[in-house]
């Protein structure tokens, strides 16, 4: 799993969040200062020009008055540093609007998410293992009963290869030796 960076995760969020196919600035600009835009458009636009250097051209596609104050407020809190390091220094900038500091913290879960899921698997497969040394099922027998590659669940029995093996299919590892019969 590769760890995401944070201008290309916000451009992700700026597109869902808009429902939009194609990343046009001005649009997304125009966009996020209308009535009824949608919820956190406008909080991530600014986050992805201030990562990418960007602010001056959003400043001057704003039109709507508190769509500017708000992002002159963040924008003096932010004081030029990275929403990047920001959200990875551990604690989100709670002197921020809600809107701006869940990017941020959302941004520090998906940037932590292999060692969560390295320490899943971890977990998972020290379960399995006991399982499949209790009921004396060997990691062929276990590959075929899942339709998984023999290769691939040896590695990962014998020497806790976790690469090989995605969380799913290491769950389903560990549901089937747990259900079945000695």
Not at 30 to 43: C, E, G, I, T, W
Not at 82 to 107: C, I, N, Q, V
Not at 162 to 168: E, N
Request: proline fraction near 4%.
């Amino acid at each position: 799993m590769r760890r995401p960076t944070f201008d290309r995760w916000i451009k992700r969020e700026v597109m869902r969040i808009s429902k939009s196919e194609t990343f046009n600035f001005r649009k997304l600009a125009a966009q996020a200062q209308r009535p009824n835009s949608p919820d956190r458009l406008a909080a991530a636009l600014l986050l992805y020009a201030n990562e990418t250097g960007r602010i001056e051209k959003l400043l001057e596609l704003v039109w709507d008055k508190s769509t500017r104050k708000e992002y002159e407020g963040v924008l003096s809190i932010l004081d030029g540093r990275s929403a990047e390091k920001l959200a990875l220094r551990g604690t989100p900038m709670m002197s921020l609007d809600p809107a701006y500091w869940s990017f941020l913290a959302r941004y520090a879960d998906a940037y932590y998410a292999p060692e969560r899921a390295a320490s899943q698997k971890r977990e998972i497969w020290e379960e399995a293992r006991q399982a499949q040394l209790k009921k004396g099922i060997s990691p062929i027998e276990a590959a075929q009963a899942c339709g998984f590659d023999a290769a691939n669940v040896t590695m990962f029995f014998n020497h806790a290869d976790l690469g090989r093996l995605t969380l799913k299919d290491i769950k389903q590892l560990r549901n089937y030796l747990k259900r079945a019969k000695a």
